[in-house]
């Protein structure tokens, strides 16, 4: 089958690899769609995870059922079912798992990556039925649908709360949406990007800061009325955009810092500011059971305006190029034929 690898240091490219034999309790999918996230370009560009060399890319998967090994019954999953993939496993049997922590779970410590091939295989746990009405385009942006809503869960904003989100990529298009649907006020994108400013506007934001022109911290106490933001989420991942989050939260406010930053990055924090504001740090990882409260809430936001552009995944290196412009949202790859989809 045809799979996006990891093939050298900054390099992907397109490959002829044998298929996953399928065992028991294991489901075989044929992929639909998959999406670009940034942890793939972490992978190719900064060797992420320690991933090897050759692996295949992509987690952020939409398909359809195709065969079902010994025993996968138990899903009640059946061929030409149409799926989502997990790319967290969890044994249900760890101290972790047995604690609601199955994201951390003690038996699987990896992610599973493959998803950027014509054909996948997932333990039937991993895998969840999609409605009839879910594009399978769009249900690829389920994943990251449900880190977003672990960072909702975790951010605990309330209704009329002044949010501020920095970066404005797929999924801070996909978080400026739930940030919407909680009801939260001066609703504020800050991103250097100018191509993304008015579909930003059109998904919800209120306000539009540009870093590159504009003082962050001027601007947001402006808009504030001079109190800050009851929540601040940092999305873009960007080193230099971590500091001013901090500075812009208000009194008794939460800094959400959401995205994957560099291994090497540190940020100094003065305490006594945080202590003067009473002020919360949150990181936000992700969490499994979220899925089917993702596929529930897809109907509620516009996933289809996040994508931005879509390659077949024979031009895998040129999608690549084009997440890295960083003009478009969401970048996703078509891994099958057309009548499937």
């Not at 075989?28 to 996230?37: F, L, S």
């Not at 560009?45 to 952020?60: F, N, S, T, Y």
């Not at 079912?81 to 604690?99: A, F, K, M, T, W």
């Not at 009194?251 to 291994?263: H, L, N, R």
């Amino acid at each position: 089958m045809k799979a996006c690898v990891y093939a050298s240091p900054g390099k992907v490219e397109l490959r002829n690899i044998p298929e996953e034999p399928i065992e028991r309790g294991k489901i075989r999918i044929k992929v639909a769609y998959c999406a670009i996230c940034a942890t793939d370009a972490h992978v190719v560009k900064r060797g992420l995870w320690d991933a090897p060399l050759g692996i295949v890319l992509g987690h952020e998967v939409s398909g359809i059922v195709v065969e079902m090994g010994p025993d996968a019954g138990g899903s009640g999953l059946k061929i030409g079912d149409r799926v989502i993939g997990s790319p967290l496993r969890n044994c249900g049997l760890c101290e972790q798992c047995r604690r609601g922590r199955p994201q951390y779970c003690n038996a699987y410590s990896d992610m599973v990556f493959g998803g950027m091939a014509e054909y996948k295989v997932y333990d039937q746990k991993n895998l969840y039925k999609i409605p009839d009405y879910l594009a399978l385009r769009d249900a690829s942006l389920i994943e990251p649908l449900t880190c977003v809503m672990r960072a909702m869960d975790l951010s605990n904003i309330q209704q009329g709360d002044a949010v501020c989100l920095s970066g404005c990529g797929g999924i801070g298009l996909l978080m400026l949406q739930a940030i919407k649907a909680k009801g939260a006020s001066r609703i504020t994108v800050i991103e250097p990007v100018a191509e993304k400013h008015e579909l930003a506007r059109e998904l919800g934001a209120e306000f539009v800061i540009d870093p590159k022109t504009e003082s962050v911290a001027e601007r947001a106490f402006e808009i504030t009325s001079g109190l800050g933001y009851d929540v601040v989420i940092e999305a873009s991942g960007a080193p230099v955009a971590a500091p001013v989050c901090i500075d812009i939260a208000g009194k008794c406010g939460t800094v959400v810092y959401f995205a994957v930053y560099p291994t090497d990055f540190e940020m100094p924090v003065n305490l006594y500011d945080l202590y003067s504001k009473e002020l919360r740090i949150q990181t936000v990882y992700t969490h499994p059971l979220i899925y089917p409260r993702a596929v529930d809430f897809a109907s509620e936001i516009n996933l289809d305006r996040v994508i931005g552009i879509e390659f077949p995944l024979e031009e895998c290196v040129k999608a690549f190029e084009a997440f890295d412009t960083k003009k478009y949202p969401k970048v996703v790859l078509r891994c099958s034929e057309d009548e499937l989809l």
